[in-house]
């Protein structure tokens, strides 16, 4: 019997371990991302802190700085032109989403025919939330879920019919309105703060090395939602087994 549940442990514990770290520096498979993640040579504008590991390719990191570019024919200028201030956290976050090889724990499928997974509720840090609604409260859309509900005919993305330009601000009332509704709940609005090992920044200083591997490793031990992961739950399967023994 204790030969038993120490053949039981052990496979229990070395499956939960597998699958802590098989979240961990992976890339989506999604329309543009590596299919593993590594070093660049060099990334354009605002990807370059990804560069050292990165799960976007330098053709990638450029597309992500075009208006209406190559990657999703998608036109940030449908209600008139983006402020340039509200721009640059638009290409912040297809750098995060195309180039991070820390979102391993809020991957999760999709149903899209461009794509067979997306993120989902990554914690986003505070400052970076903010700060993205501050820079855009005064440009203007149509739409709340940038998603879906656009008129492609033309190829491009265009506001429906009889929908009107607004303002972010009314659009979006609250940063969280913004960071969590404009992508399907992509990201998860929190009041967690950078720096403190929590949450998915945006924005950093490579030279300080990238935060967002330490917060993705926190994850994957504690869950996504830093609830106990479901895997744990394999702690329990010695006792389940013997119990049937």
């Known amino acids: 019997m204790a030969a038993r549940w120490a053949v039981l442990g052990l496979l229990a514990a070395c499956v939960a371990s597998a699958a802590k770290e098989s979240v961990l520096n992976v890339c989506m498979d999604a329309k543009h991302h590596k299919t593993q993640p590594g070093p660049e040579g060099a990334l354009h504008g605002q990807c370059a802190p990804w560069k050292d590991n990165a799960c976007c390719t330098a053709?990638?990191?450029?597309?992500?700085?075009?208006?209406?570019?190559?990657l999703y024919n998608f036109n940030w200028n449908h209600c008139g032109v983006m402020p340039e201030k509200c721009k640059q956290h638009f290409i912040q976050d297809t750098c995060l989403y195309e180039c991070s090889p820390n979102l391993g724990p809020w991957i999760d499928q999709a149903d899209n025919s461009w794509r067979r997974e997306r993120i989902l509720n990554v914690p986003l840090c505070k400052e970076d939330c903010e700060l993205w609604w501050e820079a855009c409260k005064d440009a203007v859309t149509c739409r709340e879920n940038w998603h879906k509900g656009w008129n492609w005919t033309s190829g491009t993305n265009r506001c429906p019919r009889g929908s009107t330009c607004q303002l972010f601000k009314y659009v979006f009332p609250r940063p969280a309105d913004l960071c969590e509704k404009i992508w399907s709940n992509s990201y998860k609005y929190t009041t967690e703060h950078r720096g403190g090992g929590r949450c998915i920044q945006m924005w950093f200083d490579p030279a300080n090395g990238n935060p967002n591997v330490a917060v993705a490793k926190y994850y994957a031990q504690n869950g996504r939602d830093a609830s106990p992961a479901p895997w744990a739950v394999l702690l329990l399967l010695p006792a389940a087994l013997l119990s049937l023994l």
Not at 62 to 69: E, L, M, N, P, V
């Open 59 to 70: 053709e990638t990191s450029t597309g992500a700085h075009q208006d209406q570019s190559y």
